[in-house]
Nanobody
Framework: QVQLVESGGGLVQPGGSLRLSCAAS????????WGWYRQAPGKQRELVAR???????YYGDSVKGRCTISRDNAKNTLDLQMNSLKPEDTAVYYC?????????WGQGTQVTVSS
């Protein structure tokens, strides 16, 4: 079993920055990927960014150049640094681990970009 807990969401003005953190516990070795998704009201959940077991990073087109993910293996955390935030970045952000074909999700953290 894998448990994921997100933190760091909140209200930020357009152009601002926010850092989200995902703490993982349980059996996280041999995972296929670890990343962040988001879901805005009335929209499908979309991939923001993730890192594969090969240490290859992937960023969605909508956040490329504005977001960076970083993994701390000692702390078992995955952070998402978001810069130059836009109102369209408003969504619930979910941490995700894929392992052995199973998707594990956190409970989500709300990010609202508004003046």
């Amino acid at each position: 079993q894998v448990q994921l807990v997100e933190s760091g969401g909140g209200l930020v003005q357009p152009g601002g920055s926010l850092r989200l953190s995902c703490a993982a516990s349980g059996s996280i070795f041999n995972m296929f990927s670890w990343g962040w998704y988001r879901q805005a009201p009335g929209k499908q959940r979309e991939l923001v960014a993730r890192v594969f077991s090969s240490s290859t990073y992937y960023y969605g087109d909508s956040v490329k150049g504005r977001c960076t993910i970083s993994r701390d293996n000692a702390k078992n955390t995955l952070d998402l640094q978001m810069n130059s935030l836009k109102p369209e970045d408003t969504a619930v952000y979910y941490c995700n681990i894929i392992k052995a074909g199973i998707n594990y999700w956190g409970q989500g953290t709300q990010v609202t970009v508004s003046s």
